[in-house]
């Protein structure tokens, strides 16, 4: 049975009613109590620290070599907070509203509106640590726009908000190592959940210099292991990111949501050729100023630069004059995608369309002519002045751009193309953030909870705080005021003793397989199914192939693959086989759930559901709940069903039009 | 732009692990396309490596974009390779011809061990945080954050110090591996923000000293951390350290 556990009562009062009222741990009895954080991104790093604040004792993991690393690191354009210093009528309401919407219906009210009212206090804490957010000249936060919503409530530090929350976080959770309330466990990664009467009571892990596994103890477990996005190969993910520990997971019990829930991002660097390892994602504010368009004429292969106006297509403009180039992600990228498949993709590769800020040069150029009443200039001398606002808006994401292809955006159209970026779907929590796993929790990316089918810019490095700092040290202590007297247990336990033998049978089972092809080669092919078949537009015939498809590549994957070295020392490659065994059962999972929801919502467009100018046909009546899978077998899940009630919003048809 | 394809002999660092001693060892990689980041030729090499049933090159990388700081190859003596403001991921083979030979080394620095080939342990770089690089301050324990205007060229100044990637390339530019250029990047960008005043002289006095335990050299001001630093931190940082230190030093009785 699936309990969600929303508690009762108006919505803008549940979260302070279950403040009010959830079970405590007093200061003694917290250092008794051991607590597992896997993960140190954002939600992670936050978690820990703020527990060891609290006086937990916390044990955090991190595959890198040091928690700074975490991916939330590359996030760039912002993190919104219902703060309203703009005086532009935002609120908690809109700022859930907006996400719900966003969402496309598919997420829970309750949850999300904890989530909108926590916002605030993010930016408190985050300014407190020392966060060096954009100031105006007033000395005040400053604020920008994102797609999907008319306010300006993000707040961000450049391009690189996600680096400077992280580092936040990061040195929070420093302090706290310093002071012996954590302890941190770097180059580690977890392979296995230990369950003690059906409880979940710690972890194996590996080190992964010395190859040595190693069993810890915790009162509770914290998956805070971000998204799943690497099943496609190529994707924004940093290298390293996976999905094995939200799998091991789910193979320990736990229910895994709306897995076919992913979001591509419409601006991204085009993939080069088939060496591509990693896409680079251009941030969405660019498209506060760039617009999107493709030549009218098929197969055109003139220069951009060459192409006159009139044989422009801006095809977001025209499909969607009221948000035109800031529509949802989803819906921007399906666009481009549209373009392409019909033959008016540009580059080489003819799978890219262009971002272009020529128009953006001469408007800005003009702007400064007139702001600085420098009277009759040359047309030279005006797009420098336009070059001049754009470097100072953009300028790190032009460089990064001219590193990666060459090409000069200050001179040229940026080519660009959508790629995989975040996944809303994960681990099944309820409103507490735990699984149906007792004492195993989920957080940020690595659950399932907010972002509903699509998540809106800007969103995820809130959601991600907002579990970590404001969210589980309030629900975590509701579960451990009944486990104070749950003694910590010897590692020698014999649930730890079987499940060390779990892992170490399954890594002795990988490096005796000596086949023939490298892990990195069936990685590429998951992907190339994955994103085929189940990547911006889905249909149910290459859904039923691809499920046959990686299927077969399970197979081969378990007779033919090749991992070098040794397992007890440093061994990239086995820790990488580790992560694409657990991407190939993840994949066909994620065709079973899309082929199973037979609508278009958010991220997840079916082809046979669409309107008849192509947009996505959401059917409420049949598919207003989330898909939670139960691992029954080999190739076999179970779907249960958590109904949505929206007791608020009345959902209807996403228009952006 | 013109693409092109190029052969390139590789001279790479192999160390098994911190135990044993390390070589050259000389590779040759074909067909590398223009458009290839460095890391992806690494990948192409490491695939030959696996099919010929010899151990792959052990390198550090995540994100791949310039931002998380794990990467870290020093190339043709230089760290993260031969573009300025730029990290080895984002270095892309367009900066090499046709029959280049490439070296290509770990950080080195007694702070900094090898743990097997090109990767190193910069968990030296944690503990300096640890020892202060941080604001005291609890969850829950923050007032509005409009509550505390701050000069913008101050917090300007601050969020270019904060940009540090920690990825150690001004310690293996260094002839001293001095890790000063990272420390204080971490106090300028405190110490210029009113929330880090009240730890202002414990922190700068106690993350030098754990710098210094950590077995990193004294800075000599040669410049050539700033020269390399992939996010251009900025010299004068160091300058302010030194009189954060100093000033610290005046006061403190601890």
Known sequence: ?657 | MQHYNMNLNLKVWRQKNNQTKGEFKLYRVENISSEMSFLEMFDVLNEKLITTGEDPVAFDHDCREGICGMCSMYINGKPHGPWQANTTCQLHMRAFKDGDTIVVEPWRANAFPVIKDLTVDRSAFDRIIQAGGYVSVNTGNAVDGNSLPINKDKADAAFAAAMCIGCGACVAACKNSSAMLFMSAKVSHLALLPQGEPERHSRVINMIAQMDKEGFGACTNTGACEATCPKEISLSNIARLNKEYLGASLVADK
């Open chain 1, 1 to 657: 049975m699936l309990e969600s556990k929303i508690p009762a009562g108006k919505l803008e009062d549940k979260w302070n009613d279950y403040k009010g009222h959830c079970k405590l741990v007093n200061p003694a009895n917290k250092r008794k109590l051991e607590v597992i954080v896997v993960g140190t991104g954002l939600a992670g790093a936050s978690a820990a620290a703020s527990l060891g604040e609290m006086g937990y004792k916390v044990k955090a993991f991190c595959f890198q070599d040091s928690p700074r690393r975490a991916h939330s690191i590359a996030a760039q354009g912002g993190i919104n907070a219902a703060k309203n210093y703009q005086n532009d009528g935002d609120s908690v309401f809109r700022l859930f509203y907006d996400t719900i919407k966003g969402g496309d219906y598919r997420a829970r009210e309750g949850n999300v509106h904890r989530l909108a009212e926590v916002s605030t206090s993010i930016i408190d804490q985050c300014v407190a640590q020392g966060v060096p957010f954009a100031r105006e000249y007033g000395g005040l936060l400053s604020n920008r726009s994102f797609g999907g919503t008319q306010v300006q409530r993000t707040f961000y530090a450049a391009g690189q908000t996600g680096q400077q929350l992280l580092i936040g976080a990061y040195q929070a959770l420093e302090r706290q190592v310093a002071l012996g309330n954590v302890t941190m466990y770097a180059r580690h990664e977890m392979l296995e959940v230990v369950k003690v009467d059906g409880k979940a009571r710690g972890i194996i892990a590996r080190d992964l210099v010395g190859g040595k596994l190693e069993r810890h103890f915790g009162h509770a477990v914290l998956l805070c292991t971000g998204g799943y996005g690497n099943v496609f190969y190529l994707s924004t993910n940093a290298m390293g990111s996976n999905v094995t520990a939200a799998w091991k997971a789910h193979k320990a019990g736990a229910y895994f949501a709306n897995p076919c829930f992913t979001q591509i991002h419409p601006t991204c660097i085009p993939v080069s050729g088939d060496h591509q390892s990693k896409l680079t994602l251009m941030s969405e504010s660019l498209r506060n100023d760039g617009r999107i368009w493709v030549p009218k004429k098929q197969g055109d292969n003139r220069k951009s630069t060459d192409i006159p106006e009139e044989e422009r297509d801006y095809y977001l403009e025209r499909r969607y004059p009221a948000f035109g180039n800031l529509v949802p992600r989803d819906v921007a990228s399906r666009a481009a995608k549209e373009r392409c498949d019909a033959g008016f993709g540009v580059g080489t590769s003819k799978q890219a369309v262009y971002l272009d800020f020529a128009a953006a040069i001469q408007r800005y150029g003009k702007g400064e002519v007139s702001k600085r009443n420098l009277g009759n200039v040359s047309a030279e001398e005006i797009t420098q002045l336009g070059k001049d606002v754009v470097k100072e808006k953009y300028g790190n994401l032009f460089d990064m751009y001219e590193k990666i292809t060459g090409e000069n955006p200050y001179e040229v159209a940026m080519r660009i193309y959508p790629a995989v970026h975040y996944t809303m779907g994960g681990l099944w929590v309820d409103y507490e953030l735990m699984t149906n796993v007792k004492g195993l929790y989920a957080l940020g990316e690595a659950n399932f909870s907010d972002h509903g089918a699509n998540r809106l810019g800007a969103s995820a490095l809130m959601q991600g705080l907002a579990d970590g700092y404001f969210v589980i040290p309030y629900t975590l202590g509701n579960y451990l005021a009944d486990e104070i007297y749950a003694k910590a247990l010897e590692t020698s336990h014999p649930a730890f003793e079987e499940a060390e033998k779990k892992v170490s049978d399954r890594i002795n089972t990988l490096m005796n397989i000596k086949g023939k092809q490298s892990v990195e080669s069936f990685h590429k092919r998951l992907g190339k199914i994955i994103w085929d078949k189940c990547g911006m537009a889905r249909n149910k015939e290459g859904l039923e192939t691809a499920i046959k498809e990686v299927q077969a590549l399970k197979k081969e994957f378990w007779s033919d693959v090749r991992i070098p070295g040794e397992i007890n020392s440093y061994n990239p490659e086995l820790d990488k086989a580790g992560r694409v065994a657990d991407f190939i059962e993840l994949g066909e999972l994620m065709c079973i759930d899309a082929l199973t929801r037979n609508e278009s919502c958010g991220g997840h467009f079916r082809e046979e559901y669409q309107t008849e100018d192509g947009e996505a046909l959401r059917d409420d009546e049949n598919f207003m709940f989330v898909s939670a899978w139960e691992l029954k077998g080999e190739h076999q899940w179970e779907l249960h069903k958590e109904e949505l009630k929206y007791e608020v919003i009345k959902p209807s048809a996403r228009n952006y039009k």
